[in-house]
């Protein structure tokens, strides 16, 4: 019984440390500013912050309804300044449940061809596993961009 008992304490023990503590307002701060520089990351070609922030089991839908995951956003991305020159973000609203959020923003872009303008409108999924918050999920669609 002695044996049990101490199993049950180390288990409960063990269980309560696995828990992993959030401090929301860090991470509001990190995701806000790490949709900014995925944002940039379209005219600048800079893969670095997707290899930081996209989770290896990333699942994305573009605006044409296609999925693709990690690897496919790092090529694109580095690629994407044949197209683009500018895309900055204008607007992010971020909610938390535990230790998931969802960021749902939009962004403006200007593509190199015809310097063409309109939006990028998103919701991305974020989760916090293994001390570090990444995205899991990210669905985008094309919109006009708004008037002034």
Same mark, same amino acid.
């Given at each position: 019984?002695?044996?049990?008992?101490?199993?049950?304490?180390?288990?409960?023990?063990?269980?309560?440390?696995?828990? !992993?503590?959030?401090?929301?307002?860090?991470?509001?701060?990190?995701?806000?500013?790490?949709?900014?520089?995925?944002?940039?990351?379209?005219?600048?070609?800079?893969?670095?912050?997707?290899?930081?922030?996209?989770?290896?089991?990333?699942?994305?839908?573009?605006?044409?309804?296609? !999925?693709?995951?990690?690897?496919?956003?790092?090529?694109?991305?580095?690629?994407?300044? !044949?197209?683009?020159?500018?895309?900055?973000?204008?607007?992010?609203?971020?909610?938390?449940?535990?230790? %998931?959020?969802?960021? !749902?923003?939009?962004?403006?872009?200007?593509?190199?061809?015809?310097?063409?303008?309109?939006?990028?409108?998103?919701?991305?999924?974020?989760? %916090?596993?293994?001390?570090?918050?990444?995205?899991?999920?990210?669905?985008?669609?094309?919109?006009?961009?708004?008037?002034?």
């Amino acid at each position: 019984m002695k044996t049990f008992v101490t199993l049950l304490l180390i288990s409960l023990y063990l269980l309560s440390s696995c828990k !992993q503590e959030v401090d929301y307002a860090k991470a509001e701060e990190y995701i806000r500013e790490s949709e900014r520089q995925w944002a940039e990351s379209v005219a600048s070609g800079d893969t670095n912050i997707i290899k930081r922030i996209i989770a290896e089991d990333f699942v994305g839908v573009s605006p044409e309804g296609e !999925q693709y995951g990690k690897a496919a956003m790092i090529k694109e991305t580095g690629t994407a300044p !044949q197209r683009f020159l500018s895309n900055h973000l204008n607007d992010i609203k971020i909610r938390f449940y535990g230790n %998931f959020a969802i960021a !749902q923003g939009d962004e403006t872009w200007v593509k190199r061809a015809g310097s063409s303008t309109a939006r990028f409108v998103w919701t991305d999924t974020w989760i %916090f596993r293994d001390n570090k918050w990444e995205i899991l999920a990210a669905e985008d669609l094309i919109a006009p961009v708004r008037p002034k």
